[in-house]
């Protein structure tokens, strides 16, 4: 078998996609997720001009020596561009191989570890009492863990709050827009929404919180203790991770899990938080962590040091992403949780895919393959439109933020 042809598909079925689709010479194909949020054209240009020609001819069995041809090939290693082109390569090809083994992706991983996925929802109110309504809506629907963002007074932009629900997505213009955003207002009133939550949900639901990197360590490790009362499953990105011993600080001060990883490309990125133990979770993706193949090494070495994984499943990430995820997380044996916010129907529709919800849990499905397709035709229907991440600002004097 080698590899015939390859594409990139880009669509914008509520909000912009990049798969990548390898054909073979006998007729069996795979497809990879390409998608890098307010960044696809970038990624699309990688694949074309210089994956792509090097593929061509290829054995699409060889995964391991092509994502190493693709890595150490190219010289500039590592950043989100790269390793998101190499991660939609490698997950065609575990696509390929698996529908040529004629078997579901996790079972020639290695095969299940566990029944079903756990997965978490979004639960985002303007306020604590909105916040509280859709944490019990998701509740009714079976979930057993969710996270909750609230709306903070006196701010007109808050992380997990805006436009959509079961399917938010925060790519909001041709431009980029400004939010604003207070540290003092945040803290204050974050622990206030988890002293509710508990109050009227009680302690029988895993209750998550994404700090989306805006704070320093300190304030961090003082916003970890005040909701230890409220025992979470993880706050997660509560800090930038570009220095990784930041974490130590906050470790010192709380023993609220701490989850990151979401927006790490290699393990090269977690490895010291890893080892030194400063992490409870470790986010990285199939999409933007170089795969199947490397997340693959990512939860190995978590493993060794009592980390679980807890993918990164937001809807930046395509279907494609996370049928291979949950082939993925079935097999991984130091699972944690699985994040899962709904696509729109119309992205459902162009992504057929074989994954089911039920109760809480997502079940990958049996079909051979990571169980994903995209329609070429629909997709088509559905052109690339631009879309930037916002930006944030401190509301006090207008200094950049970290969004």
């Known amino acids: 078998m080698k590899i015939r042809s390859c594409k990139v598909i880009v669509c914008s079925p509520g909000r912009n996609f990049v798969t990548l689709k390898i054909e073979t010479d006998e007729g069996v194909y795979g497809i990879g997720d390409a998608t890098l949020n307010g960044r696809e054209k970038s990624v699309v240009a990688y694949l074309e001009e210089h994956v792509i020609p090097c593929l061509e001819g290829r054995d699409p069995a060889q995964i391991e020596d092509i994502w190493q041809y693709l890595y150490r090939g190219a010289y500039w290693r590592r950043g989100p561009v790269t390793m998101t082109a190499i991660a939609a390569v490698d997950t065609a090809l575990w696509d390929i191989k698996a529908k040529a083994a004629g078997m579901p992706l996790y079972q020639l991983l290695g095969g299940k570890s566990r029944t079903g996925v756990m997965v978490y929802g979004h639960a985002n109110g303007s306020d604590i009492e909105h916040t509280l309504d859709e944490v019990l809506k998701y509740q009714g629907m079976g979930y057993k863990a969710i ?74 490790a003082r916003l970890g203790k005040a909701i230890e009362p409220y025992r979470l499953f993880w706050m997660e990105d509560p800090t930038p991770a570009e220095n990784q011993e930041s974490f130590r600080l906050i470790r010192q001060h709380t023993t609220t899990p701490l989850a990151v990883g979401e927006i790490f490309n290699t393990v090269w990125d977690c490895k010291d938080l ?73 992205t459902d529709a162009v992504f057929p895919h074989a994954y089911t919800f ?20 629909l997709a088509a229907r559905y052109p690339y439109q631009r879309a930037y991440l916002p930006v944030n600002r401190l509301a006090s004097d207008g200094t950049l933020w970290n969004w």
């Open 147 to 220: 996270r909750a963002q609230s709306g903070v007074p006196g701010l007109n932009a808050v992380y997990g709050v805006g436009r959509g629900a079961m399917f938010y997505e925060p790519a909001d213009g041709s431009l980029p827009s400004e939010h604003d955003w207070s540290t003092e207002k945040y803290l204050d009133h974050a622990p206030k929404l988890f002293e509710r939550l508990r109050e009227k949900a009680g302690f029988g639901v895993h209750l998550l919180h994404d700090v989306h990197h805006r704070l320093t360590p300190i304030e961090a």
């Open 274 to 346: 890893i080892e030194n133990q400063l992490i409870d979770y470790i986010r990285a993706t199939v999409v933007h962590a170089g795969g199947i193949t490397h997340l693959r090494r990512i939860a190995d070495l978590a493993a060794l040091y009592q980390v679980r994984t807890g993918c990164h499943g937001a809807t930046d990430l395509s279907p494609v992403c996370m049928g291979a995820a949950l082939h993925f997380d079935l097999w991984v044996p130091n699972f944690g949780i699985q994040e899962y916010m709904r696509h729109t129907a119309e």
């Open 358 to 377: 039920n109760d809480g849990f997502l079940y990958p499905g049996d079909v051979p393959g990571h169980g994903v397709d995209i329609d070429e035709e």
